[in-house]
Structure formats: C-alpha cells, structure tokens
C-alpha cells in the first residue's frame, strides 16, 4: 500500500525520492543491521588481531547471515500470529 502519490511523468529525482518514501522503514532495518555487522566484525578482528582475509571472510558472511536473522524475524511474525488467531 503507497501512501505517496505516484504522478506518471515523475523525474529520476522524484522517483528516487517515491522510492524511499515507501521503504524508508526496510531501509532503515537495513542499514541498522548492515552498520551493526561490520562494527562487530571489525571491533573482533581488530582485538584479536586478525589477518585480513578473516576480516574480509567475515564481512562477506554478513550477506547470508541478513538473509537468516530476516527470514527468522518473518517464520518469527508468523507463528506468533497463529498463536494469536
């Protein structure tokens, strides 16, 4: 459901700025758990003075590790909402 209007002949800038205005919740989720992992990442391998193809290994697994932590939040959403119904 879009709460901001959508005009056809819209700019790039406007488009863009639709575009936000209808994720800014997902993208904020995002960005909040993408600046979480990489301080995490960095904060450990930087106190146990990791090489840094760990560094980089572990960074990289932040990819599959977003795609759990949001599946589990939605198989999470939904068994709570059958206990509910």
């Given at each position: 459901?879009?709460?901001?209007?959508?005009?056809?002949?819209m700019g790039w800038l406007a488009k863009i700025g639709n575009h936000i205005y209808e994720?800014?919740?997902g993208m904020?989720?995002?960005?909040?758990?993408?600046?979480?992992?990489?301080?995490i990442?960095?904060?450990f391998v930087t106190?146990?003075?990791?090489?840094?193809?760990?560094?980089?290994?572990l960074l990289a697994a932040g990819i599959p590790a977003y795609f759990g932590f949001v599946h589990s939040l939605e198989?999470?959403?939904?068994?709570?909402q059958r206990r509910t119904s």
């Open positions: 459901m879009s709460l901001a209007p959508v005009v056809p002949d994720n800014k919740d904020v989720f995002d960005m909040a758990f993408a600046l979480a992992w990489v301080t990442v960095v904060a106190i146990v003075d990791g090489p840094d193809w760990a560094r980089y290994l198989w999470a959403k939904q068994n709570q």
